[in-house]
């Protein structure tokens, strides 16, 4: 997977968990996080606050509160 696939995706979808693109990309969330950061220090995405407003519950996995969002 390339920069453009993953800023294609963003583009489309806007918001995404690393684990979702984890999923789509059929990629290692860490090999990820290494692009979302350049893409982040680019400006072109940001990591949004994903901290869980039910706080006991345990249900969502650590990829489903790391979010990324596209910066227009």
Known sequence: ???SELKNYFVEHKRAAIGDLA???HTEPDALRGM???LES???V???D???P???CTKCTDGSLEI???VD
Do not use: V
């Open 68 to 70: 990324y969002e596209w």
């Open 36 to 38: 979302l950061a350049t």
């Open 46 to 48: 940001r990591r949004i």
């Open 50 to 52: 994903g901290k869980s």
């Open 23 to 25: 999923n789509r990309f």
């Open 42 to 44: 680019k400006g072109r």
């Open 1 to 3: 997977m390339i920069l």
């Open 54 to 56: 039910c706080a006991p």
